[in-house]
């Protein structure tokens, strides 16, 4: 596991931009990313859009998602449309390159789809498809991907997508399971802002309960973790 610390989120976006813009130029074929919602992303997003948009190779890089709320693609909820608002709309990007989960499709058919799309065009080996990154954010209770604490035996799933239920507000998702992301050649997480502080100390630390938050569980077979993080969500483990 790796800790990359940065001032802030804008710092954690530019960090991770320019580790995605060099992975991007070392790679000689096709890049394999499942993209993560949230605020981190989007400024990520925003910030390769704004400096990186005509100097990538942008055909070398095949998008997924991690996770998807069953909503429509123009939905305001939908991290598809998250993406192409902050990225996909400013510059110049190979629509074929683009494998969204349908979140307007219904929830337990799309799931078994979209995990055949995986099994298509991902490299395999026998955990099943294999990412050249997984990009994961977490939640103030630990999840990530949409599995949570409360479902966390989705994780263990012997399919690549599952549907899950938000604990709040009951929203129906499709989401990546353990084996797909622990069967990435690199996982990053993005994580800021002090209301993540306390998982992260738990889960990092392995503190007692660690093993009850889906995030504690993210460990690709390859070792290739990296935390990406401000000074506000590293805060507990630098004290």
């Known amino acids: 596991m790796k800790l990359s610390i940065h001032e802030n989120k804008s710092a954690v976006a530019k960090a991770f931009s320019e580790y995605l813009k060099q992975r991007i130029e070392d790679t000689e074929d096709k890049l394999h990313v499942a993209l993560s919602g949230g605020s981190t992303p989007k400024a990520i997003f925003d910030y390769m859009a704004e400096n990186y948009g005509t100097t990538i190779q942008w055909n070398k890089l095949h998008l997924y998602w991690g996770d998807e709320r069953c909503v429509a693609p123009t939905d305001a909820e939908s ?23 349908l ?56 399919e690549n997508c599952v549907t899950a239920k938000h604990p ?13 992301i622990n069967n990435a050649e690199e996982v990053a997480f993005l994580v800021t802002g002090e209301g993540k502080a306390e998982k992260v100390e738990i889960i990092i630390n392995e503190l007692s309960g660690f093993e009850k938050y889906p995030a504690a569980l993210v460990a690709p077979h390859t070792e290739k973790l990296t935390w990406f ?9 630098e004290a």
């Open 229 to 237: 993080m401000d000074k506000s969500a590293a805060g507990k483990l």
């Open 168 to 180: 709040d507000s009951g929203q129906v998702r499709v989401s990546l399971t353990g084996k797909v």
């Open 79 to 101: 991290n598809y449309k998250m993406t192409v608002d902050h990225l996909l709309s400013k510059i110049d990007f190979p629509k074929e390159n683009i494998h969204r989960i």
């Open 103 to 158: 979140g307007e499709n219904e929830p337990e058919g799309e799931a078994k789809r979209y995990g055949e799309v995986l099994n298509d065009w991902l490299p395999t080996d026998e955990d099943g498809p294999i990412f050249d990154i997984v990009i994961l954010g977490m939640g103030d209770d630990g999840h990530t991907a949409s599995i949570f604490p409360y479902n966390i035996e989705l994780w263990d799933s012997p």
